[in-house]
T-cell receptor
């Protein structure tokens, strides 16, 4: 158990809809990273927050956004969903030397 | 742009048959090279971070090594429970925020 929690575990929705994924970091971790894992692209970095502020952006679509709240949990918002957004979404927390991954949210867009 | 290539894509070993997984990388200033293990449908599990050429780290039957261009994950006398996908990632100095750039992984199957 990494100490990172993610909810929900599974999400099934329709094209065009909007969903919110939640991540609670390990105690004491200020950074939250979001990654997307699909069969063809592998594990890809989306965005990072550090202590409530956006720190870095990767291959994140404009339809996606994230935020980190004062209690350090983070939410990833995905809107106008397309079939190709179906994937596993992971958050990871930790310092500069180690990132601990949560169990992931499996998103299925029908 | 940072690139990470892992080989082979898949590897099948008999229990006890040692082997190595390769991770070749190009990065503008390596800050760290990471190895993770991932079981199907689960989150990646941290194994090692290596920082400089010549560094080695060990954990049970696994040993990771690093050169200036590649890293190897050596698996000695593997057991069926070592079956998983092994992911390699680099963290470069050019990456603001210390994001990881992952390879596509090596899927390892160890048969009894």
């Amino acid at each position: 158990d990494s100490g990172v929690t993610q909810t929900p575990k599974h999400l099934i929705t329709a094209t065009g809809q909007r969903v919110t994924l939640r991540c609670s970091p390990r105690s004491g971790d200020l950074s939250v990273y979001w990654y997307q894992q699909s069969l063809d692209q592998g594990l890809q970095f989306l965005i990072q927050y550090y202590n409530g502020e956006e720190r870095a952006k990767g291959n994140i679509l404009e339809r996606f956004s994230a935020q980190q709240f004062p209690d350090l949990h983070s939410e990833l918002n995905l809107s106008s969903l397309e079939l190709g957004d179906s994937a596993l979404y992971f958050c990871a927390t930790g310092g500069t030397d180690t990132q601990y991954f949560g169990p992931g949210t499996r998103l299925t867009v029908l | 742009e940072d690139q990470v290539t892992q080989s082979p894509e898949a590897l099948r070993l008999q229990e006890g048959e040692s082997s190595s997984l390769n991770c070749s990388y190009t990065v503008s200033g390596l800050r760290g090279l990471f190895w993770y293990r991932q079981d199907p449908g689960k989150g990646p599990e941290f194994l090692f971070t290596l920082y400089s050429a010549g560094e080695e780290k060990e954990k049970e039957r696994l040993k990771a090594t690093l050169t200036k261009k590649e890293s190897f994950l050596h698996i000695t006398a593997p057991k069926p429970e070592d079956s998983a996908t092994y992911l390699c990632a680099v963290q470069g100095h050019s990456n603001s925020g210390y994001a990881l750039n992952f390879g596509k992984g090596t899927s390892l199957l160890v048969t009894p």
